[in-house]
């Protein structure tokens, strides 16, 4: 069925980057915005960025920006998040999720990645 | 950043019964030129990702029960469930996308059964 389908968790030390990707299945992947968002442990959902996958550009929130870069490879159909100098705050669920309309509204979402920073 | 605050954290309510959730923007999300509320709500179930609920603040996404609905405009917004079922247990969100470059959500509402 369509799904992004997200890889698995990750445990790093402070100060090291982490990638999660995101796989497409069943549908155009180039034709939707692709966006990222996090949820830390007791917080609310977080939005990181976005990533044309046809065109390949990108727009970050200005908290993230210079530390986080989105990617994708469209042979493949995934999309890429990469986030460096990792702290201790940045533990988190890593959500991808698509863009239907390109409006800013999410109809499907990969099932999220753990990402542990911890010495 | 616009903030998004919901009301209550969580709330309990029996099958049946009618579960409202608010939220509310710290300014208008109701663009000038379309006079669309740029808000949506959410779904999350335990385990599972988010499910679109409601977009453009009242339109039902395909394949959501009709229980559901969404009003509201400017910065008061409400997602109603008109009869409770068992499945809708889960965690309740909302969402503005009217400020590009920098979406909000809501901390989320998680409904129970009572």
């Known amino acids: 069925q369509v799904q992004l389908v997200q890889s698995g968790a990750e445990v790093k030390m402070p100060g090291a980057s982490v990638k999660v990707s995101c796989k497409a299945s069943?549908?155009?992947?180039?034709?939707?915005?692709v966006n990222w968002m996090r949820r830390a442990p007791g917080q609310g959902l977080e939005w990181m960025g976005w990533?044309?996958?046809?065109?390949?550009?990108?727009g970050y929130a200005q908290k993230f920006q210079g530390r986080v870069t989105m990617t994708r490879n469209t042979s493949i159909a995934t999309a890429y998040m990469e986030l460096s100098s990792l702290r201790s705050d940045d533990t988190a669920v890593y959500f991808c999720a698509r863009d239907y309309d390109n409006n800013g509204y999410f109809d499907l979402w990969g099932r999220g990645t753990l990402v542990t920073v911890s010495s | 950043d616009i903030v998004m605050t919901q009301s209550p954290d969580s709330l309990a309510v029996s099958l049946g019964e009618r579960a409202t959730i608010r939220c509310k923007s710290s300014?208008?999300?109701?663009?000038?030129?379309?006079?669309?509320?740029?808000l949506a709500w959410y779904q999350q179930r335990a385990g599972q990702p988010p499910n679109l609920l409601i977009y453009w603040a009242s339109t039902r996404e395909s394949g959501v029960p009709d229980r559901f609905s969404g009003s509201g405009s400017g910065t008061d917004f409400t997602l109603t469930i008109s009869s409770l079922q068992a499945e809708d247990v889960a965690l309740y969100f909302c969402?503005?996308?009217?400020?590009?470059?920098?979406?909000?959500f809501g901390q989320g509402t998680k409904l129970e059964i009572k």
């Open positions: 069943r549908y155009t992947f180039t034709t939707y915005h």
């Open positions: 990533m044309n996958p046809f065109t390949g550009d990108t």
């Open positions: 969402q503005q996308y009217y400020t590009p470059l920098s979406y909000t």
């Open positions: 300014q208008s999300v109701l663009h000038s030129s379309n006079n669309k509320n740029y």
